[in-house]
């Protein structure tokens, strides 16, 4: 057991939400686009996230549909 399974598991969308709180004046346009490219590149990752669940799940539908 480690220290991080000790500590309590962050609540589902907590850190999107501070991301849409963040005062976006502080960056600079460089800082602005390394945001955008590192924001891309979550959705890309949560897009094959969704791909692969969905396969799952048409896989599993098929196996317990007994038409």
Same mark, same amino acid.
């Given at each position: 057991?480690?220290?991080e399974? $000790? /500590?309590? *598991?962050?609540q589902? =969308?907590?850190?999107l939400r501070?991301? =849409? *709180?963040e005062? $976006?004046?502080l960056?600079?346009v460089d800082?602005l686009? !390394?945001r &955008?490219?590192?924001? /891309?590149? /979550?959705i890309a @990752? %949560? *897009?094959?996230? &969704? !791909?692969? +669940?969905s %396969? +799952? @799940? %048409?896989?599993a539908?098929a $196996?317990f549909?007994f @038409?």
């Amino acid at each position: 057991m480690t220290f991080e399974d $000790l /500590e309590p *598991r962050p609540q589902g =969308g907590e850190a999107l939400r501070a991301l =849409g *709180r963040e005062d $976006l004046d502080l960056y600079a346009v460089d800082e602005l686009h !390394e945001r &955008i490219a590192a924001l /891309e590149a /979550e959705i890309a @990752r %949560s *897009r094959t996230a &969704i !791909e692969g +669940k969905s %396969s +799952k @799940r %048409s896989a599993a539908d098929a $196996l317990f549909n007994f @038409r």
